[in-house]
């Protein structure tokens, strides 16, 4: 149980697209959802939580214009990288907070390379 | 914000050794967990432990919320074992998880 899967596992973009990054609970409903960041050979960065059928809330640093987010259903987040730069290349990673006798665990999925050149 | 430290930073074993790595927090906190992350990135759940101790296997966790750290036990240690050991804390009630520093293990046979 408690299984979430992210989709695509890695992307490369040019310069200037955008990119959507989508985060799937597969076996529970996940009212909650949250976005991570990491950088090669550091740890994780929480950049967002996103609450189905609610606006997003983000960290402080975190621009909400560039890095969108929409939690439509009880299963499905998503995260859209906008105008993509070098700089937004990253390892993308969300999870979500479980539910029932889990409800306090966050389930992480696999990630998300994304290389922008 | 709540600040994580986690030691050793890295650390080397042969199969079959023993090692303990500790999670320092600087305030209370609400949740703890402890992640193995893979080297192909995946966060595998370990244990949720806010307090107290907990067994699973080759590995134990044990968390003393008054003293404000937490340790996980790796016995008998196995190549696949290596990898980034996170633990992650959250002192907002809001499940915003805090990652600590890391601590790399490496196994070798």
């Known amino acids: 149980g408690a299984v979430v899967s992210q989709h695509p596992s890695w992307v490369i973009c040019k310069s200037g697209t955008s990119v959507k990054i989508e985060c799937r609970s597969l076996?529970?409903?996940?009212?909650?959802m949250f976005w991570y960041r990491q950088f090669p050979k550091q740890s994780l960065m929480l950049m967002a939580t996103?609450?189905?059928?609610?606006?997003?809330?983000?960290e402080q640093g975190v621009e909400k214009d560039k890095f969108l987010i929409n939690h439509a259903s009880l299963t499905l987040s998503t995260l859209t990288v906008t105008s993509a730069h070098p700089e937004d290349s990253s390892f993308y990673i969300c999870s979500a907070r479980g539910a029932g006798q889990s409800y306090n665990e966050q389930f992480f999925g696999p990630g998300t390379r994304l290389t922008v050149l | 914000g709540i600040q994580v430290e986690q030691s050793p930073p890295d650390l080397i074993l042969q199969e079959g050794a023993n090692s303990t790595l500790r999670c320092n927090f600087s305030d209370s906190v609400n949740n703890l967990q402890w992640f193995h992350q893979n080297p192909w990135g995946q966060l595998i759940n370990l244990f949720y432990i806010p307090s107290g101790t907990k067994q699973n296997g080759r590995l134990s966790a044990t968390t003393v919320a008054t003293e404000r750290y937490s340790l996980l036990y790796i016995s008998s240690s196995q190549t696949t074992d290596s990898g980034v050991y996170f633990c992650?804390?959250?002192?907002?009630?809001?499940?915003?998880?805090?990652f600590g520093t890391g601590t790399r293990l490496l196994v070798s046979p």
């Open positions: 996103s609450n189905e059928g609610s606006k997003a809330t983000y």
């Open positions: 076996d529970f409903q996940a009212t909650t």
């Open positions: 992650a804390v959250d002192n907002t009630g809001f499940q915003k998880l805090v």
